[in-house]
């Protein structure tokens, strides 16, 4: 019975504290789930530096806040998320972006402007899952609009260094 308790008084604290999970954010109209521990994640500023990239992406895809209504944007701690049957570092599926907030090479991103949230909400705005495209291969005016920003470490402040190539694509799959 003490053992019942104790995973039961376990349970509610999790769910008291949200758990991993930090839902109930919203980003002009775009609803958001952190499932990351990633510092960037867990800053205070990460509402408006998400607003800010995805206002800076929506410019370049030439789409609008419209063009995200009822998706909603998944921050994980995941090395990959699937997309397509494959293992990929974000997906645009089903009414949900899922962006990973760490690269299996290049460890934890410091700010959400190094995912590849860009190159997901441009799957929101325009489709193109075969990265037709010519802009899959640009983003110098996105990575000009977000350049100089502050970044988040484990211990402490960090560069945001934005790399275009994170975003970019060749034509076809």
């Known amino acids: 019975m003490a053992r019942i308790l104790?995973?039961?008084?376990?349970?509610?604290?999790?769910a008291a504290c949200g758990g991993p999970e930090r839902g109930g954010l919203e980003v002009r109209g775009l609803d958001v789930v952190v499932d990351s521990a990633?510092?960037?994640?867990?800053?205070g500023d990460l509402p408006a530096r998400l607003e800010s990239t995805a206002e800076a992406a929506l410019v370049y895809w030439g789409g609008s806040w419209a063009d995200l209504d009822g998706y909603t944007l998944r921050l994980t701690d995941a090395a990959s998320v699937p997309c397509g049957g494959e293992a990929s570092l974000g997906c645009t599926a089903g009414g949900e972006i899922a962006v990973v907030t760490a690269d299996p090479g290049a460890?934890?991103?410091?700010?959400?402007?190094?995912?590849?949230?860009?190159h997901e909400i441009g799957h929101a705005v325009i489709g193109d899952p075969w990265h037709e495209d010519p802009r899959w291969m640009g983003?110098?005016?996105?990575?000009?609009?977000?350049?100089g920003r502050a970044g988040y470490g484990a211990d402490g402040p960090a560069d945001c260094l934005i790399t275009r190539s994170t975003w970019q694509h060749p034509g076809g799959r």
């Open 6 to 14: 104790s995973t039961l008084t376990t349970l509610l604290a999790l």
């Open 107 to 118: 460890g934890t991103f410091a700010c959400v402007e190094q995912t590849v949230l860009v």
């Open 38 to 43: 990633a510092p960037f994640a867990r800053s």
């Open 139 to 147: 983003f110098e005016p996105v990575a000009e609009a977000l350049a």
